[in-house]
């Protein structure tokens, strides 16, 4: 009997222990998904935001908005400081970039300068920059900027919708119905993973442009980024 309790009480021990490992590797797992990629990726990103920046100086002049790098920045108060590169396509290996990218499928996103349509964006929410972690803080009126080469875009937001399936590709239309829009203009549409931490659903962000601003040789921001 006693053998028998000893061999118990051991395989208890190695279990207790592979079970505190389990735990351990686990949550150095979790640190690794929401710390340290954001790490790696703001660092990737803030290279590739400074080379766009470098171009644009290198050529002050009117220019194409695409560039190899990046097409400009967005900048959007309410979810927090700072600036979010946009690139071109939103896979997994833009994303994780620690940039936002604008959709070319499954419905192919307009370009801020055209003169109507859509320019639909994705970014992370949790981990890879999360860089729309803090979308659910946008209200209605709330600026939404992009900057280009050569001209400011001043969006304002009029219509979120919390939660949608992943495969609710309408809200990436020209005329974003879902919102509540019924005829052709300048919408912004912003898109993440909802709830934080489950990529199960998806938030959205509709605005409209309400101006655009000729960039100076200063780079004055728009009033609402002062």
């Known amino acids: 009997m006693a053998r028998a309790r000893n061999r118990i009480a051991g395989i208890i021990s190695v279990f207790g222990e592979l079970l505190i490992t389990a ?29 766009v920046r470098e171009h644009w100086a290198a050529d002050p002049g009117p220019g194409a908005l695409d560039t190899k ?24 290996e833009i ?14 996103s307009a370009l801020p ?11 992370h929410r949790d981990g890879h920059g999360a860089k729309f972690h803090n ?25 979120t919708l919390p939660e949608t399936t992943k495969y609710d590709v309408d809200v990436l239309q020209p005329v974003p119905k879902e919102s509540g829009k019924a005829k052709p203009g300048r919408y912004i549409t912003l898109t993440t993973c909802t709830p934080m931490y489950t990529s199960d659903y998806r938030f959205i962000v509709w605005g409209e442009l309400a101006r655009t601003e000729k960039v100076d040789a200063q780079r004055t921001p728009p009033a609402e980024l002062r």
Not at 138 to 154: M, N, P, R
């Open 95 to 108: 994303l994780n970039g620690g940039v936002a990218g604008y959709y070319t499928a499954p419905v192919k």
């Open 135 to 159: 979308i659910h803080k946008l209200k209605t009126g709330d600026a939404i900027v992009f900057e280009s080469k050569d001209t400011w875009y001043v969006y304002k937001v009029y219509k």
């Open 113 to 123: 300068q055209d003169k109507q349509g859509n320019f639909t964006l994705a970014a």
């Open 23 to 51: 735990g351990l590797v686990l949550g150095l797992f979790v640190v690794y998904s929401l710390w340290w990629t954001n790490v790696l990726a703001d660092r990737a990103a803030g290279k590739e935001g400074d080379q």
């Open 69 to 92: 790098d990046g097409i400009g920045f967005l900048h959007v108060p309410a979810m927090g400081d700072g600036e979010v590169l946009v690139k071109k396509g939103t896979d997994s």
